[in-house]
């Protein structure tokens, strides 16, 4: 009971989106603000629990009954999300799971699997289309290009994002990259295309 009064101090962030059909990944779209309490309802086994929204973009955690995962964002005390460094990976330290891009288009949630070749991402148009275009007039037409390959031995994944053309800058973890820049991607990490944010998550094998 106890336990019960103090879950229910605490705010529900949002309602969970499962990212696959059975898989055990979910995603809520309201941002939590960083170093605020809230309570979490696994969808999957109902159980109740508290996180903390720590101090970055992107906050994974796993319902302690289950093998569940929420996945949300967190934001300053004045809404902006925190501006943190974008790293280098050293080739040894590349992933072993496929990269999923997750974004929010009118409220739904749209996800993209990153599997080895190149995608395009940018401005919808018919004469040029990207592999990902956008209903976004402030993105660039194919303006970024996503490129993964895998070591046929080591089984890792290397995600880069190259910035092809931009009027505007192309932000990884709030920080601007221009046209003909490229950085390798970690999960956690976000970008924004015009107006329209991507996160990089792993898939659950």
Known sequence: MERTHRIDRYPLLGEPVQL?????????????????VYSFKCPNCHSLFISKANDDEVVKIKCPECETYICFSSRGKEGIPSKRRTQI???????????????????????????????????????????????DNTASRRSVKIAVTRGEKSGKYNIKLTVLR???????????????SSIYLNYGDTFKVGGTVFTLIAKNN
Do not use: C
């Not at 696959?20 to 605020?36: R, S, T």
């Not at 931009?166 to 003909?180: D, G, H, I, P, R």
């Open 20 to 36: 696959f059909e059975g898989d055990n990944v979910y995603v809520i779209h309201e941002m939590a603000q960083i170093g605020k």
């Open 89 to 135: 990976i050293a080739e040894e330290h590349f992933p072993t799971s496929e990269g999923v891009l997750v974004w929010s288009n009118d409220g739904q949630i749209l996800n993209h699997t990153l599997e080895p070749g190149e995608i395009t991402i940018g401005r919808f148009d018919a004469n040029e289309p990207s592999d990902i275009s956008l209903m």
């Open 166 to 180: 931009t009027t505007n800058a192309v932000y990884v973890n709030n920080n601007a990259l221009y046209s003909k």
